[in-house]
């Protein structure tokens, strides 16, 4: 299972949370998508924000969900390009992947969109993504009636105090907030609740 968050804080993002994070799971976390010096600062603002909700274990391998929290979306896709398929082989025995911002874009068709919200500092010019999404890209921080430019896929468009959960090609917005696809030719909102099909782009 995929959940993608809108890229809020763990209140923002609760409801989404509370699927994804249940005590007692072990957990690996992906900071590459900031620097360096701030991966101490990350994971312990991450534990932090996992302390009420129960104990977990954080390990190198073995991993019950992988969290991909964010930060800047070019430089997570150079650092973790070729971690990339040990994602799908994640999903494939079961486990579920956490996708907060950067790393939800990540999990989409291809990145170039994040460079409405991200610099692409590093020249990154391979943009392809993990493409877990049926072929949609992901926009979190997502502002109802925001223009995002002509794009040659589905966005999957996530406010901030949102999440989506995936499972194949069925998503569900677990809210509160409304979740749009964007296509070329509509706007389609999801409220709290609904399912909705990835079809094809």
């Known amino acids: 299972m995929i959940y993608l968050g809108g890229g809020g804080s763990e209140h923002d993002?609760?409801?989404?949370?509370?699927?994804?994070?249940?005590?007692?799971?072990?957990?690996?976390?992906?900071?590459?998508?900031?620097?360096?010096?701030?991966?101490?600062?990350?994971?312990?603002?991450?534990?932090?924000?996992?302390?009420?909700?129960?104990?977990?274990?954080?390990v190198e391998t073995g991993a019950d969900v992988l969290v991909i929290p964010g930060g800047n979306t070019f430089d997570l896709l150079s650092a973790v390009?070729?971690?990339l398929g040990g994602v799908s082989a994640l999903l494939e025995r079961g486990g579920h992947v956490y996708?907060?911002?950067?790393?939800?874009?990540?999990?989409?068709?291809?990145?170039?969109?994040?460079?409405?919200?991200?610099?692409?500092d590093i020249g990154l010019t391979d943009t392809t993504g993990a493409d877990l999404l049926s072929?949609?890209?992901?926009?979190?921080?997502?502002?109802?009636g925001q223009v995002i430019g002509a794009q040659d896929a589905s966005?999957?468009?996530?406010?901030?105090?949102?999440?989506?959960?995936?499972?194949?090609?069925?998503?569900?917005?677990?809210?509160?907030?409304?979740?749009?696809?964007i296509t070329p030719d509509a706007v389609t909102p999801y409220a709290a609740g609904e399912t909705f099909t990835l079809g094809p782009c």
């Open 13 to 58: 993002e609760s409801r989404l949370w509370d699927e994804v994070f249940v005590p007692g799971a072990r957990l690996t976390v992906w900071p590459d998508a900031m620097p360096r010096p701030q991966w101490p600062a990350t994971l312990a603002w991450f534990r932090q924000a996992l302390a009420p909700r129960g104990d977990f274990e954080f």
């Open 81 to 83: 390009r070729d971690r």
């Open 99 to 120: 996708g907060g911002s950067a790393g939800a874009i990540l999990l989409g068709a291809d990145i170039s969109i994040a460079g409405l919200l991200d610099p692409n």
């Open 135 to 144: 072929g949609h890209l992901v926009l979190p921080h997502y502002t109802p």
């Open 155 to 181: 966005v999957l468009a996530i406010p901030e105090t949102a999440g989506v959960v995936v499972d194949g090609t069925r998503a569900r917005n677990v809210g509160p907030s409304p979740v749009h696809v």
